[in-house]
């Protein structure tokens, strides 16, 4: 099992920045991928941003620009710094775990979930 904790979200105006952080423990691996989703009110979850255990980083369109996944491997923490944000940048972001290494934006990829973090984008 692999424990996965959000933080840093909150409420911003259009044009400001949040980082979000997502902290994973229990039986991680060597190989994988971790990813951010996102899912506004209505509306099915999507993936906005992936990395694997290389690096190799994925994005969302809309998001290419703005948004920046990183990683801190020695914490197995993963981050998401969101710059110029919209309001459609509003919803409830997950972090999500998939121990298979693959840094793609597809929901059925990843095993873990975390709880999620809100983010509201006012205009």
């Known amino acids: 099992q692999v424990q996965l904790v959000e933080s840093g979200g909150g409420s911003v105006q259009a044009g400001g920045s949040l980082r979000l952080s997502c902290a994973a423990s229990?039986?991680?691996?060597?190989?994988?991928?971790m990813g951010w989703f996102r899912q506004a009110p209505e509306k099915e979850r999507e993936g906005v941003a992936a990395?694997?255990?290389?690096?190799?980083?994925t994005y969302l369109d809309s998001v290419k620009g703005r948004f920046t996944i990183s990683q801190d491997n020695g914490k197995d923490t993963v981050f998401l710094q969101m710059n110029s944000l919209k309001p459609e940048d509003t919803a409830m972001y997950y972090c999500a775990y998939n121990p298979w290494g693959r840094a793609r934006l597809l929901r059925s990829d990843y095993n873990y979930w975390g709880q999620g973090t809100q983010v509201t984008v006012s205009s």
């Open positions: 990395i694997d255990y290389r690096g190799t980083t």
């Open positions: 229990g039986y991680t691996v060597s190989i994988y991928s």
